[in-house]
Nanobody, 128 residues
Framework: QVQLVESGGGLVQAGGSLRLSCAASGRTFSTYAMGWFRQAPGKEREFVAV????????YYADSVKGSFTISRDNVKNTVYLQMNSLKPEDTDVYYC?????????????????????WGQGTQVTVSS
């Protein structure tokens, strides 16, 4: 089992920045990738970004490229999502997820079934 705890959400004005953190504990040695997703009420969960745990390579949704940056600290078992130039449409609950599955193609990690464990989510609200 892997436990994931997100933090760092909150209220920010449009154009502002936030950094989300996701601390992993438990069987983290089996983690191959960690990702961020977001979801608004009544909508499907949307992929944001993923990072391969060992290699550090990243893959982003087109909607956040250039604005969001995913990174990880292997020692702290923590993944981060730096969000800059935030817009009201970025308002969502943000979830981190851990994958213990190995895929050769980055885009596979943009799909929810690629992940085995999920955090409880953290609310991000961007005011106009």
């Amino acid at each position: 089992q892997v436990q994931l705890v997100e933090s760092g959400g909150g209220l920010v004005q449009a154009g502002g920045s936030l950094r989300l953190s996701c601390a992993a504990s438990g069987r983290t040695f089996s983690t191959y990738a960690m990702g961020w997703f977001r979801q608004a009420p009544g909508k499907e969960r949307e992929f944001v970004a993923v990072i391969r745990w060992s290699a550090g390579s990243t893959y982003y949704a087109d909607s956040v490229k250039g604005s969001f940056t995913i990174s990880r600290d292997n020692v702290k078992n923590t993944v981060y999502l730096q969000m800059n130039s935030l817009k009201p449409e970025d308002t969502d609950v943000y979830y981190c997820a851990s994958s213990q599955q190995i895929f050769g193609i980055d885009s596979v990690y943009s799909r929810s079934p690629a992940y085995d464990y999920w955090g409880q989510g953290t609310q991000v609200t961007v005011s106009s």
